[in-house]
């Protein structure tokens, strides 16, 4: 949350570029932040120092005092506030221009930080070896066999899961039904796409160096320029 839109903008392209971000959500100020977080519930929120309609160092006092608070980096051009910062659980304090560098940082330090708090691997592994999954749409979980699964697109705040037999939307995060999914059989493509390899029958150079899958059916899927590479090795090229 950022009063300056270029930086903001600059930081929305640089949380673009880092995989392990699946979702960005933006505000202009402690209203809509607040807003956004009791919608959203996000693992991470960068503030400024100054927003449009108030304070973000007490806004992040505030949010502190909340059990599930996520975690709070400062992103700002103030150096001075370092250590109210931190006083207010701040992670971490980026100071503007920001850099990729820099902030992959930041996402690298916050994911170990909930590792650490969610120590889920062991169960993460067993989802992930389990055939089928659950997914809550409409008001009903419902079971899926992943065999079946084409792929997976977030698109504007919802999941679509496109299956051999229909599709079904839901409002969980991408990432958690991405831990839910065997690595071997499952890859993300995109920021907003998940494949199921095995439904895979070409790809296909697309402009800007991109590229374009083609699944079971004909049903095109985009591969971005970050994921190409590691798209290529997954199917064996």
């Known amino acids: 949350m950022d009063d300056e839109p270029l930086a903001r903008d600059e930081l929305h392209y640089l949380l673009e570029q880092n995989k392990q971000v699946d979702a960005i959500n933006e505000a202009d100020g402690v209203m809509q932040a607040k807003e956004a977080i009791n919608k959203n519930h996000p693992d991470l929120v960068f503030l400024d120092i100054q927003l449009g309609d108030g304070s973000g160092m007490t806004f992040a006092k505030q949010l502190k005092k909340q059990p599930d608070c996520p975690y709070i980096v400062f992103a700002t051009a103030y150096d ?97 039904l991405i831990n839910q999914l065997d690595p071997q059989r499952f890859i993300r493509v995109h920021r907003s796409f998940v494949v199921n390899l095995n439904k895979v029958k070409e790809l296909q150079p697309s402009f800007n160096h991109t590229y374009e899958l083609t699944l079971e059916g004909g049903i095109k899927v985009p591969v971005s320029r970050s994921y190409v590479n590691a798209t290529k090795q997954a199917l064996g090229m």
């Open 80 to 176: 001075q506030y370092a250590l109210d910062a931190f006083e207010a659980n701040a992670v971490d304090y980026v100071l503007k221009p920001f850099e990729q560098d820099r902030i992959n940082e930041t996402i690298e330090r916050v994911a170990k930080l909930n590792s650490a708090v969610h120590p889920a691997e062991t169960i993460a592994n067993q989802q992930q070896k389990n055939p089928r999954m659950s997914i809550t749409s409409d008001e009903r979980t419902i079971v899926l066999q992943k065999r079946n699964i084409l792929y997976i697109q977030a698109e504007n705040g919802s999941i679509h899961i496109h299956t051999t037999e229909r599709q079904f939307t839901s409002k969980q995060t991408l990432r958690s």
